[in-house]
């Protein structure tokens, strides 16, 4: 599957994910940045969407603030979500990760608002709340969408299957680089670059039984994806 074609199937499950995340009641508003932290995470798939996005909109500026002011602490993974799905099917012990909640904001954020929010990482699109977190202090989230999200972000790795998954400013440091965005597009990338893990296919999906048959719709959306 070439690069092309892999854009146009992320683009579409972005389209099937914001109408379902509309049906719900969100707290959610431009400005809201409390979920806007150093912490974030998505695959080459989505950090090339954004260096596209910067290449075209002139905005390499916010391409170098992002790399040159990353947090030092910020959350490095050390597996994917499909290689944490294998794990936990098989009864294994994932590794244990070190998250520091007081990273700091995204390095990208300008006065609480987002200049890449169109194309922003699917982790941070999914991060939603039924009630304003400013207020609360903590995100409420339905248990349906908490499940979509895992099998979206699981889907997403599986359709770059070949690329590599990192923090947001470890993806984007790496795809900084000519030579790198070339192999990554011509499907040559070899072992995963230091901060990055390995993407790989989805082999079991992270569906409690009470969400399988409601989730079957939305399953079939993506699975039908044409392009």
């Known amino acids: 599957m070439n690069l092309d074609t892999k854009s146009a199937i992320l683009e579409r499950m972005v389209d099937i994910y914001d109408k379902f995340v509309d049906e719900f009641d969100l707290a959610c508003d431009k ?3 409390h979920c806007c932290t150093a912490n974030v995470t998505m695959t080459t ?3 090339y969407r954004i260096f596209s996005h910067f290449m075209k909109s002139g905005m390499m500026d916010d391409m170098r603030t992002i790399v040159g ?16 799905a294998d794990i936990c099917a098989k009864d294994g012990d994932p590794p244990e990760e070190h998250l520091n909640p007081e990273a700091g904001p995204c390095p990208v954020l300008v006065d609480d608002a987002c200049p890449l929010y169109q194309v922003r990482p699917f982790g ?9 977190c400013g207020e609360t202090g903590f995100a409420e989230m339905d ?14 790795e599986h359709i770059d299957a070949q690329g590599y998954t990192g923090n947001f400013a470890d993806v984007m440091k790496f795809l900084e680089s000519e030579e ?7 499907g040559r ?6 901060g990055l893990v390995a993407n790989q296919p989805v082999f079991v999906l992270m569906i409690p039984p009470e969400h399988r048959e409601r989730i079957q719709p939305l399953l079939t959306q993506i699975r039908s994806i044409q392009v």
């Open 143 to 156: 248990p349906f969408i908490l499940t979509v999200n895992d099998v979206f972000l699981q889907h997403i």
């Open 124 to 132: 941070c699109r999914c991060m939603v709340s039924a009630q304003n």
């Open 180 to 186: 790198n965005r070339k192999k990554y597009s011509a």
């Open 189 to 194: 990338l070899e072992a995963a670059s230091e």
């Open 69 to 84: 002011n990353a947090h030092p602490d910020r959350f490095v993974p050390l597996v994917s979500i499909n290689r944490m």
């Open 45 to 47: 798939l989505e950090g």
């Open 31 to 33: 400005y809201c940045a």
